[in-house]
T-cell receptor
Framework: DAGITQSPRHKVTETGTPVTLRCHQTENHRYMYWYRQDPGHGLRLIHYSYGVKDTDKGEVSDGYSVSRSKTEDFLLTLESATSSQTSVYFC?????????????FGPGTRLTVT | AQSVTQLDSQVPVFEEAPVELRCNYSSSVSVYLFWYVQYPNQGLQLLLKYLSGSTLVKGINGFEAEFNKSQTSFHLRKPSVHISDTAEYFCAVSVPLNYGGATNKLIFGTGTLLAVQP
């Protein structure tokens, strides 16, 4: 158990509304990631963080922003949700061992944009 | 560009039969490979990893994988599957996010659904 929780676990929202997903870890790992999972695509990286206030874009970052004001929390915000952002969102941490190569995942948030 | 290919989207197999899930990768840098398992409505769990050393890697739940550099493959195997192994399996390669390689990301294949039948 990597000590990762995500909230909410399920959310239904309307197009155009802002949405914030939260990832919380209990073990003070430096590296945190947000991925989205879609059928036929596997998981794709949205944003990542390498420390408090240190974040950067992944491969599918359009329409998303992130913030990390504390080591334990990494927030993903959809500024104006669209139907194409309907997906399952996973947060991950890297413990920093082995050159932060391996990652451990939270339980996911299923987001539906109607 | 780095990529991972899982050719089989679904693999049906009978209980107690052996299984192999195929994974091929493309990477121009040092290769670090992983298999993850996802049970229905759950997150991804690390099954096993290859970072260096022995090319035969053993993981949890009786799974193993073999790193084959010449064939750029990292196939997952289990000699005898159980109903409880029914899940989706993802192969992934770790690559640097930026020049200098201080931070890595995982590139995933599209997944293989292992369907174990009684």
């Amino acid at each position: 158990d990597a000590g990762i929780t995500q909230s909410p676990r399920h959310k239904v929202t309307e197009t155009g509304t802002p949405v914030t997903l939260r990832c919380h870890q209990t073990e003070n790992h430096r590296y945190m990631y947000w991925y989205r999972q879609d059928p036929g695509h596997g998981l794709r990286l949205i944003h990542y963080s390498y420390g408090v206030k240190d974040t950067d874009k992944g491969e599918v970052s359009d329409g998303y922003s992130v913030s990390r004001s504390k080591t334990e929390d990494f927030l993903l915000t959809l500024e104006s949700a669209t139907s194409s952002q309907t997906s399952v969102y996973f947060c991950a941490i890297s413990p920093g061992t082995s050159g932060n190569l391996e990652q451990y995942f939270g339980p996911g948030t299923r987001l539906t944009v109607t | 560009a780095q990529s991972v290919t899982q050719l089989d989207s679904q693999v049906p197999v009978f209980e107690e039969a052996p299984v192999e899930l195929r994974c091929n990768y493309s990477s121009s840098v040092s290769v670090y490979l992983f298999w993850y398992v996802q049970y229905p409505n759950q997150g991804l769990q690390l099954l096993l990893k290859y970072l260096s050393g022995s090319t035969l890697v053993k993981g949890i739940n009786g799974f193993e994988a073999e790193f084959n550099k010449s064939q750029t493959s990292f196939h997952l195997r289990k000699p005898s599957v159980h109903i409880s192994d029914t899940a989706e399996y993802f192969c992934a390669v770790s690559v640097p996010l930026n020049y200098g390689g201080a931070t890595n990301k995982l590139i995933f294949g599209t997944g293989t659904l292992l369907a174990v039948q009684p």
